[in-house]
C-alpha cells in the first residue's frame, strides 16, 4: 500500500535532522529494551488465549477457530530472529473472537513535534495510529449521514462553507463530499516531495494559516474533480470539518466520544487538534488508540456498522466507503482502488486473491478486513523514517492466511 507520511505537523527541523535523531533514538531504545525483544510467547504448551478484559472482546483459542498455531509461532520465530524488526504489535480477530495478541517494545511519535518516545508496548498503551484517522473520519461522515446531519456525498463542497463562497470558481465549483472523500477532488497538493519542515510542503502550510479552512478551499485544481485519485490529506481534514459544522459540536472528536468511540466501548484515546485554531481537529492523521480499540473498529466495519448489537455506523456506509470508488494507478502493489477514505485490495496467495479493505497509517499501522474470512488483522509498528524490514502482506500471506485451516 502507498506509505503516505500524511498528515504528520512536522513543524520544527529539517527531515534529515529528524531521521538522524530518530536512528539514536531507535539504538537507545534497542539498548534498553534488549531483553524484552524476543518473542514474547512461547508456543511449546500452545497457544495462550489472550487475556479475557472488561473492554467488551471474547477471546478464545486459535484451535477453537479453526486456526493452526504452527504458523503464528513461525511468524514469532522470524520476527524474533530480526534485528531492528520495529513490531509494535499484532491482534487478530478470527470469528469475532480474539485469538492471538502479541506486543514488543519500541519508538512511537509524539504529534505535535514528531520526536521519538520509546515505549514498552501493551495493550494498553495508546499508539500513534497516523493515516488510521481517515478512516476514523469516514466512519464519522457516515454517522452524519445517518442522522440526517448531511444529505448525501453529491452535495457541493461549498455549500459546506457558505461564507467561503468568494472562494469559488467554475474549476472547482463541481467538487463534492464524494470527491474529497476518495482522493479524486483534483485539489493541488503535494506532502511527499519535501519535508515536513519545508514551507513548500502542503502540510507545513496548512498547520501554519490561522484559517486553515480557507487555505484547503483555495488550493488551485490541477485536475477535473473525479477524474484521477490524488493522495491528499487536506481533503481529510475539510471533511472533518463538515461534519463538525453540520452536527454543531465543538469539535470533531466530540461528535466521535459520543457517536463512534462510546459505542465501541472506546474509553482511552487521544486525537490532536490544530496548532493554531484548536476547533480543526487533525482528521487525516492525529489519532491514538489502543491495539484492542483498532480491533473493534475493523470488527464494527467486518459486522456491516454494528458492535455487541449496536448499529454504530450505517450498513450503507460501510458498504459504500469501503468499495472502490476511485481506481488506483500503477505502483499499488497490494491494493486496486480507493473508496471513502478505505484502500480496497488483496495480498496473492496460491489459491487466488484474499479480498480485504483497510485503514492504513504511516508507520506500519494497520487494520486489515477480510469479510469471507471473518478476519480482522491489526499490525502497529514504528517504520516512520525507515521501511520495517519485514513486509505485512507477506507476513499475512505466509503465515497468517497459512494458519487458517478451512
Not at 46 to 54: M, R, S
Not at 261 to 277: C, E, K, M, N, T
Not at 392 to 406: M, Q, T
Request: charged letters at 20%.
Amino acid at each position: 500500500v502507498h506509505r503516505s507520511r500524511a498528515g504528520h505537523p512536522f513543524l520544527g527541523t529539517t527531515m534529515k535532522t529528524h531521521r538522524r535523531f530518530y536512528r539514536s533514538s531507535v539504538t537507545m531504545a534497542a539498548l534498553v529494551f534488549a531483553a524484552a525483544c524476543g518473542s514474547p510467547t512461547a508456543l511449546e504448551d500452545g497457544y495462550p488465549i489472550p487475556a479475557q478484559t472488561t473492554d467488551g472482546w471474547q477471546t478464545a483459542s486459535l484451535e477453537s477457530v479453526g486456526m493452526d498455531p504452527a504458523p503464528l509461532q513461525a511468524l514469532l520465530d522470524l520476527i524474533t530472529a530480526t534485528p531492528d524488526h520495529m513490531m509494535h504489535g499484532i491482534v487478530i480477530i478470527k470469528d469475532q473472537r480474539l485469538v492471538f495478541e502479541e506486543y514488543w517494545p519500541g519508538i512511537d511519535l509524539e504529534p505535535v513535534t514528531l520526536n521519538p518516545v520509546g515505549q514498552n508496548f501493551d495493550r494498553e498503551t495508546l499508539h500513534y495510529v497516523a493515516s488510521v484517522s481517515k478512516s476514523l473520519t469516514s466512519a464519522l461522515v457516515g454517522i452524519a449521514l445517518g442522522r440526517g446531519l448531511i444529505g448525501g456525498v453529491d452535495e457541493s463542497l461549498f455549500s459546506f462553507f457558505p461564507e467561503y463562497g468568494d472562494l469559488r470558481t467554475e474549476d472547482n465549483g463541481p467538487v463534492t463530499l464524494k470527491h474529497i472523500l476518495s482522493f479524486s477532488s483534483g485539489l493541488d497538493w503535494n506532502e511527499h516531495e519535501y519535508g515536513f519542515g519545508d514551507p513548500r510542503d502542503s502540510h507545513y502550510q496548512m498547520f501554519n494559516t490561522a484559517d486553515p479552512v480557507h487555505f484547503l478551499l483555495g488550493r488551485p485544481i490541477v485536475d477535473p474533480p473525479g477524474s484521477r485519485f490524488r493522495y491528499n490529506s487536506g481533503d481529510t481534514n475539510l471533511a472533518g470539518e463538515i461534519v463538525r459544522r453540520r452536527s454543531g459540536s465543538e469539535s470533531l472528536v466530540d461528535f466521535a466520544a459520543e457517536y463512534l468511540f462510546q459505542p465501541l466501548g472506546i474509553d482511552a484515546y487521544r486525537w490532536w487538534r490544530f496548532p493554531l485554531v484548536d476547533e480543526v481537529t487533525f482528521a487525516s492523521g492525529g489519532a491514538f488508540l489502543r491495539p484492542r480499540d483498532m480491533a473493534k473498529f475493523g470488527a464494527m466495519y467486518l459486522n456491516e456498522g454494528v458492535w455487541t448489537g449496536r448499529q454504530v455506523v450505517p450498513p450503507a456506509w460501510v458498504e459504500a466507503s469501503t468499495s472502490v470508488a476511485t481506481p488506483l494507478p500503477s505502483g499499488y502493489r497490494t491494493v486496486h482502488g480507493y473508496g471513502y477514505n478505505w484502500w480496497r485490495g488483496g495480498p496473492q496467495r496460491e489459491q487466488g486473491m484474499a479480498e480485504h479493505f483497510r485503514a492504513s497509517g504511516w508507520g506500519g499501522q494497520e487494520i486489515y478486513v477480510f469479510p469471507a474470512l471473518d478476519l480482522v488483522l491489526v499490525f502497529t509498528a514504528g517504520g516512520y523514517y525507515e521501511d520495517p524490514p519485514l513486509d505485512f502482506n507477506g507476513l499475512i500471506v505466509d503465515f497468517i492466511l497459512e494458519a487458517i485451516r478451512d
